[in-house]
């Protein structure tokens, strides 16, 4: 993240820093992860520690061309030339040096905290008050021990309001926060049970984010939220907003929803004004109620306050995936554009491996408080850094620095319907597109444009869960353990590439599918990490070599296989995986046969075993450890006389997901991690914050028919209401995936957020359910599962497994993968 210029001297003296100064670099980006490097020659590096080792990315940055590193004390590195800043805590340097940098600025700032709404009440303010605001805030969520300080170093002489929501997870965080934010003006959104784990108790919590306002001027609140902590507050003015209380200063008396609007009215300094919040859910009202409160607190007219508010646009934090037209990929991020989220969105891109051709569609950027010619050179030096192929340019700023840019395919249009005009002729065709814009270029008419068009039941994969989880397994782990991600049967049902590419970009060690022809779609798909195929047919063995899969060996017959086609090829020294048997008796070599298996490998120039692993049967399972115990047992018995007859060590692998939290003793070098990527572990309660599921279900409602008691509905005339109600048809079937066991009350779905249950069969492509009493509409959405209606429950519904209900989810079910 960039920000003003430093010397590294400067930098060193404001840190505390030892170490000497080989040159002294002029600094203006911080840099805490060596995959997301932009302006290497004016970065800083922080080599943090967390889940991984910042110390051991050094080399991989210096062949960036970062030439600048803060390091911890202790730490052995060697790169000539570089300057390397020395301190006791890195983490510690980074929040100093931003900290820093906010004391240069004399300007307002707005801190925001509380459990949920954060993100949203930050980005409403920002299309609040940008009109009459030159603003700074946080990119997207950055509202981390990390990620604040990296927004506030946006902070330059231009801005004269900062936004900055600050997030903490237990206590003695906030402080931190705190010394780097500087709120002038503080906002609490609603205090909720997020993050309740860290603190022992729901008041411990709220008297920690209360430290993040400590020597604001003006604190604005739910009165009623805070009625208990006024000791607590330390802000000199405080604006209250209040349903209940009518000393608020806002004091909100009347609700109503008008035409999918929601009409408020209260009283404001004796007088009765109104506001008209373009959304209805009480998620929504309570944010925009809080933006309501924050304008009347810092001056706005009622008049100027509810005009705005009535525009409010939807915020869009996460970038989507999506198929596009001609065999292309589309990352839609077409709501907003900033050069902070621009440089997130950029780094997506370059994780999508699928397609050689990166492209990016691009519109002016307003608002970020530098000159144009500087703010057009640095994102001509960014793009060009991301190695951006195919530039499309929309905007008169743009036109004006076009020969800033230095891309082998680029094109300027004045706007976006020009743009549109001539979509034929770029010639959009297998590469993977950024769509970045402005709210105002209505890039979302590129979108529908370039985007495939779909069913309208959607599976949305959140790739952000997808990497907690994998973190939560890696915090299992002990160290030097690898990691094989199983993405076999479409990711269970969740994607092939899209998952593959997260997983490869945040270095998994392997990946494993079930057929060769998964491997080959992988690798045509960009994916380099060794790839197992799990059981390889004899058919296809032409398919291992060129595309560098490499087979599971399971049997002597499979074995005698591949020798023959090796000495037929003149293959020698392939690397191959074998499996023993040691009681799931599915594939696998028996104890009995490793003796002979042994024969075969000893000086066998043909193949070169990387592995030797087994797959536990139970290992969820507390009643059925001790046949765990046993399978353990038998499983070292085989690989040790196999390393013996080969005379080296190989990779041993047990543990399955259940078997990484439930038998640490049994994770040798490697473990497999599958179900719980997803979200799913029958070893970890649901109700463990560690996993997050991945995947939501989701359709809406097609028609809804009043339907008197006794009618029948569905085929064979199966189901029928006991009184006079409502149906509602919604758009997945059992072509979707959708059983027809969940039929006739069995399953249930959530319209309105009300669980409703099915009536009568499911049909090929539509079912039907009862919401009577719900004021349904067609085109309501309709949730078949998500993280609260959870993918465990339909499990149960028609008693079968999670993996069942994932994996059938059909293929013309379009996949949206979200990624923030």
């Known amino acids: 993240m960039s920000a003003n210029q430093y010397l590294i001297s400067q930098v060193q003296q404001i840190i505390g820093a030892e170490g000497a100064i080989v040159n002294d670099y002029s600094i203006n980006t911080l840099i805490t992860d060596s995959r997301r490097i932009s302006n290497p020659a004016e970065g800083l590096f922080f080599a943090l520690s967390g889940r991984r080792n910042g110390h051991e990315f050094i080399a991989e940055a210096f062949a960036t061309g970062v030439r600048s590193f803060v390091i911890k004390q202790g730490a052995e590195i060697k790169a000539p030339g570089a300057n390397f800043l020395i301190v006791p805590d890195v983490l510690a340097a980074l929040q100093t040096l931003a900290a820093h940098h906010r004391n240069q600025f004399k300007l307002e700032v707005i801190g925001i905290t509380g459990s949920n709404g954060k993100t949203i009440v930050k980005e409403w303010l920002y299309q609040l008050m940008c009109p009459d605001k030159n603003i700074v805030r ?50 609490l959104t609603h205090i909720g049970p997020a993050h309740d784990e860290g603190f022992e108790s729901r008041d411990q919590k709220i008297k920690e984010k209360l430290i993040l306002f400590k020597d604001s001027k003006l604190l604005i609140y739910n009165y009623e939220q805070l009625l208990d902590f006024n000791d607590d507050i330390h802000a000199k003015e405080r604006f209250t907003w209040s349903t209940k209380f009518k000393q608020a200063d806002l004091y909100v008396f009347s609700g109503t929803v008008i035409k999918r609007n929601f009409y408020l009215r209260a009283k404001f300094k004796g007088e009765e004004i109104e506001c008209l919040i373009p959304y209805q859910d009480e998620a929504s009202v309570e944010n925009a109620t809080v933006c309501w409160a924050t304008m009347l607190a810092m001056g706005y007219t009622p008049a100027i306050a509810d005009e705005r508010i009535e525009h409010l646009n939807p915020v869009s934090m996460r970038l989507e995936l999506k198929t596009g037209i001609n065999n292309c990929s589309v990352i839609d991020d077409s709501y ?199 059981n390889p047919e004899a058919s296809a063995f032409d398919k291992l070599s060129e595309y560098t899969l490499e087979p599971v060996i399971y049997s002597f017959g499979l074995f005698d296989d591949y020798i023959k086609y090796a000495q037929q090829q003149e293959i020698f020294d392939y690397p191959i995986h074998i499996k023993i048997d040691t009681g799931m008796h599915r594939l696998g070599f028996e104890s009995f046969e490793v003796e002979l298996l042994c024969d075969l490998l000893e000086d066998n120039r043909y193949v070169d075993v990387k592995s030797v692993f087994s797959h536990l049967a139970a290992s969820e399972a507390s009643q059925h450890d001790e046949f765990t115990k046993t399978q ?47 979200g799913i572990d029958a070893a970890v309660p649901a109700t463990d914050s560690g996993l997050q599921p991945i995947a939501s279900l989701k359709t809406s409602i097609s028609q809804v028919k009043k339907v008197k008691a006794g009618e029948t509905i569905s085929y064979s005339r199966s189901g029928s209401l006991t009184g006079d109600g409502k149906i509602a048809t919604v758009r997945i079937g059992y072509a979707d995936g959708y059983l027809r066991a969940f039929g006739n009350g069995v399953g249930r779905m959530q319209v309105r957020g009300v669980s409703v249950p099915t009536v009568g069969n499911i049909t090929m492509d539509m079912c039907m359910l009862d919401v009577t009493g719900i004021d349904a509409q067609e085109g309501d959405e309709v949730i078949i599962f998500n993280e609260q209606q959870r993918i465990e429950e339909l499990a149960a519904q028609i008693g079968t497994i999670p993996y069942e209900i994932l994996t059938n989810i059909s293929q013309r079910v379009k996949r949206v993968y979200f990624y923030e």
């Open 632 to 678: 353990i047992s038998n499983f070292e018995e085989s690989f040790k006389l196999i390393e013996e007859t080969l005379g080296h060590s190989v990779i041993k692998h047990l543990c399955n997901t259940s078997g990484i939290t439930r038998w640490p003793n049994a994770q040798y070098d490697m473990v497999r991690v599958g179900i719980g990527l997803y």
């Open 336 to 534: 907003n554009s900033d050069i902070q989220s621009l440089e997130i969105a950029l780094n997506f891109l370059t994780q999508q491996n699928q397609h050689p051709k990166k492209t990016l569609i691009l519109s002016d950027i307003f608002q970020s408080g530098l000159q144009p010619a500087v703010l057009y050179k640095q994102v001509a030096e960014m793009i060009k850094t991301k190695k951006v192929d195919k530039f499309v340019a929309v905007g008169e700023a743009l036109n004006t620095y076009k020969d800033e840019f230095d891309v082998p395919e680029k094109y300027f249009y004045a706007d976006t319907p020009s743009m549109l005009q001539h979509l034929r002729s770029l010639n959009f065709r297998e590469e993977t597109i950024l769509i970045k814009g402005s709210r105002s270029f209505e890039f979302e008419s590129i979108s529908r444009a370039l985007v495939q068009k779909a069913h309208e039941t959607v599976m949305e994969i959140n790739l952000n869960a997808l990497l907690n989880n994998l973190n939560f397994y890696r915090s299992k782990l002990k160290p030097g353990v690898k990691v094989m991600a199983m993405v076999k049967a479409f990711s269970y049902g969740s994607g092939t590439f899209e998952l593959a590419n997260i997983l490869q970009y945040n270095k998994v060690d392997y990946l494993a599918v079930a057929y060769i022809d998964e491997g080959v779609s992988l690798r045509k798909n960009g994916i380099i990490l060794p790839i197992i195929v799990l």
């Open 138 to 187: 946080n990119p997207k969520s950055y509202n981390s021990q990390i990620g604040v300080p990296l927004s506030v170093w946006q902070i330059n002489e231009k801005n004269n309001l900062g936004i900055f929501e600050a997030g903490i997870s237990t206590v003695g965080e906030m402080s931190k926060l705190e010394q780097i934010i500087k709120p002038t003006i503080g906002a």
